[in-house]
Every structure is written in C-alpha cells, then in structure tokens.
C-alpha cells in the first residue's frame, strides 16, 4: 500500500452527496435503517445516464433503501416497504412485486448496478506488462469498436466524457483497456476488456488498479460497477483496491414490442 490521499469516510461522503443529488433525499439518507420514499427529480448535477427523469430508482448502502419514484406510485411505496428491511427490497420475490406494480404503469425494472469504491490508499503495482496511457483526444479513434465497449464509452459523451484510459500491449496489439469515464466532476467510473486470447494473466488487475491510482491522483474518485452475475468483474474488482459499496437499480419504459410479446 502507498500514502492515503484521500479519507474512506470522505469517499463514501462524496459518493452519497452525489446520489442524494439524484435521489432527491438528504446525504443522511444512506445511511439510515429506515426506508426511504421521495419524489423523482431531474437534477442538473445528476450522473447523466438518461435525459429522462426515472419513474423509479432505488439504493441502498446495506442499511435502509431510498427509493425515488413518480408521485403515482407512491401509495402503493408506502405499503410495500412496510416491515421490511431495505436490503431485502433487492431481492427477487420482493422486485417480482415491485416489477408487477410498475408494469401498470407501464415500466419495468432493468439491471441491478453492484457498485464498488476503492479503499483511500494507492496500491503498489508491480508488472512487466508494456503500458501506454491515453488521454481524452487519444480515445477518440477507439470509439464505436466493440471489443472495448466496456471500457469506453460507444461515442464521445460530454455529459460523462471518457477522462483517461490505460491500454496493456503485445507488440502493436492492445490486449487489454481499462477506461473511466467523468460521470461528474469528482466521480469517474472505471470500465475494462480484456482480449480473450489474453485472459487469466492478470492483465484486468493491473490495469483496473493502475487507472484507480491515476484517478486519486488527479484528484477524482473512481468506482466500479458490475452485474450481479458477472463474476469475473466482481474478482477483478477485488483484486484492485475495491470493495462493495452500494447497490442501486432503475426502471424503464416498456418498448412497443415489449408489450406486443
């Protein structure tokens, strides 16, 4: 481990500032045992991942679960979380519930966003890897390739520009990126691919963990998220300074097709 740059008490506070932003709650509200409700917002200072105003979203810290949600459904809010703690809204015949209710209005529940922040040192990195840094105008030719669709964003975004990115090489080939986007000021998500003729080498942790230094030193925090089921994500996570944090979840609006099915 290196020096502290930064308190875990002052990257959790950051990280619930943001989402109280979003949630439209106080920053206190994470930190609750109890659940709870507010009214859903679009705020100027929200992680720019929709132009539209969510008709639900919920997170939790591991204590109580804030929920944001259109007025509509409140009611029926206040009812079902009623008994129950907040960590367990999360799971599956809970969310069968809640999917069933919003579905009268006409949403459904999408992916669960297991988020991870990193522990306040840096971590020392030992590797025989060939490295090269890029920065914001150098990402710019890899947009649009899938193979680093994790690792970047699909084009130039900039409500969250991707902010740095490091790159592991083999000759001329890129076996690996790890990229982190500026989802808000103090906030940088980070995102990697590895090539799969190149995985189980360690290539995923020593770039993950060499872009997580990079983002403390350039005075951001960076965090990770992952799929409930992605297990591989979750290791490489772990093994690059993070743990798990928080978990948040939103709803969107059935497609045409969707109702067709």
């Known amino acids: ?79 079902w979380v009623k008994g129950k703690d907040g960590i367990w809204l999360f799971e599956q015949h809970n969310f069968f519930e809640l999917e069933t209710e919003i579905r009268k209005y006409g949403y ?36 649009g390739r899938e193979e680093f669709s994790n690792a970047i964003c699909d084009r130039f975004r900039p409500e969250r520009p991707d902010a740095l990115a490091v790159v592991a090489l083999d000759g001329n080939k890129i076996t690996g990126m790890a990229g982190c986007s500026a989802d808000s000021p103090k906030l940088w998500q980070i995102g990697i691919d590895v090539d799969p003729e190149y995985r189980g080498r360690g290539i995923a942790r020593t770039l993950v963990t060499l872009l997580r230094n990079e983002v403390f030193r350039r005075g951001a925090i960076p965090y990770y998220g992952t799929s409930l ?18 978990i948040e979840v939103e709803s969107r609006k059935i497609t045409e097709d969707e109702f067709a099915k």
């Open 1 to 79: 481990m290196g020096n502290e740059i930064i308190t875990q008490t002052e990257i959790y506070n950051e990280v619930k500032k943001q989402l109280a932003y979003e949630f439209n709650c106080a920053q206190d509200d994470f930190s609750k045992e109890e659940n709870t409700i507010t009214a859903a917002i679009l705020h100027e200072k929200r992680r720019k991942f929709s132009d539209d105003v969510f008709f639900l979203q919920m997170a939790t810290f591991g204590k109580g679960t804030v929920i944001s949600a259109d007025g509509s459904i409140h009611p029926w809010l206040d009812e």
């Open 108 to 143: 459904k529940m999408a992916l669960t966003h297991h988020m991870f922040l990193p522990g306040s040192d840096l971590v020392n990195v030992d590797t025989d890897l060939h490295i090269k840094w890029l920065e914001q105008e150098e990402i710019t030719e890899f947009y």
């Open 229 to 246: 089921s992605n297990l591989a994500s979750w290791k490489t996570a772990l093994s690059s300074g993070f743990t798990p944090a928080w």
